[in-house]
């Protein structure tokens, strides 16, 4: 949770510049940051209150169950500590007055790798280390996690981008898929005007859908946002955003093709699944 509220707070108050269609609002960024301090001074305080009772001393010995779940836990630790210094380590940069400096998708793919990997090295060992009986709920949350794995090292390592210019009837090939500009609609909302571009997805000839990128003008604010569109299916994911005009009838295009993304949202949903089966049967007992 305080993770989620540090992300909302940065990006939507301008700190970060952001790919994800978030309008800037500044007034919002004194309430966001109230309750992420309220949050973090109250977490911290009932961690301090909890520790001092203390308990028992716990030991590890050998290649135990627990010690690969302890193993589990230190890994994804590094993994959100790799990314929380990417995210945050070029606005400290920049506040100290050392110039500008960016932190692109390469650094996190490259540092967070070997972490995936060894996760699933550990996960496909705590599943056979314990001589017992695996039960649903474990099952399902080291399946969650294995899953999980899996869709960054896939993800990470299938991405592909293209940017160029496009006008109607022009078309791109990008990681065997075939991107076709087909046309483009101008419409009228309530509180803004948009232009729409109508991207057909072609997979070997066949038609497998379409994108819809577009781009919103909001008169009120004088303020212009850009609306990326996404088609997946369970492997693939494709993405679109239209840019600036750059001619009569030519567009700038930023296009994607990425594999195991939704890998990562089901290997989420698995481990909650997990969870939650674990705490209802464990309630059930108790009764």
């Known amino acids: 949770l305080m993770l989620s509220l540090l992300g909302t707070l940065i990006v939507r108050s301008g700190i970060l510049v952001s790919v994800h269609a978030f309008a800037l609002d500044n007034v919002r ?3 966001l940051f109230s309750l992420f301090a309220l949050i973090s001074l109250a977490s911290l305080a009932l961690y301090g209150w909890r520790a001092r009772d203390g308990g028992p001393a716990v030991r590890f010995s050998g290649l135990s169950r627990e010690m690969l779940i302890l193993a589990t836990l230190l890994l994804f630790c590094a993994v959100l500590l790799i990314v929380l ?8 940069y920049g506040l100290l007055g050392w110039g500008r400096l960016s932190v692109g998708a390469p650094y996190f793919n490259r540092a967070t790798l070997p972490f995936a990997l060894l996760m699933l090295v550990v996960i496909v060992l705590a599943t ?5 009986r695996a039960q649903l709920p474990a099952l399902l949350a080291h399946a969650g996690v294995l899953l999980f794995a899996a869709g960054i090292v896939v993800s990470s390592v299938s991405r592909q981008e293209i940017s160029l210019n496009l006008q109607p009837g022009q078309q791109v ?7 076709r500009f087909e046309r483009l609609d101008l419409q009228a909302k309530g509180n803004y005007t948009s232009e729409k571009a109508i991207v057909a997805l072609f997979d070997h000839q066949q038609r497998i859908g379409e994108l819809t990128p577009e781009r919103r003008f909001y008169e009120a604010r004088r303020q212009q946002m850009m609306e990326p569109s996404i088609r997946w ?13 750059t001619g009569a009838d030519r567009y700038a295009f930023r296009l994607y093709v990425q594999s195991g993304v939704r890998w990562i949202w089901g290997g989420g949903l698995l481990m909650i699944a997990g969870a939650l089966l674990s705490g209802w049967r464990g309630r059930k007992r108790d009764e």
Do not use: Q, R
């Open 85 to 92: 210094v990417g995210t945050l380590y070029p606005m400290i």
């Open 128 to 132: 056979f280390v314990s001589g017992k």
């Open 29 to 31: 960024a004194v309430p």
């Open 233 to 245: 299916n369970g492997i693939h994911d494709w993405y679109a955003v239209m840019g600036e005009k």
């Open 173 to 179: 090939t990008l990681a065997g898929y075939t991107f």
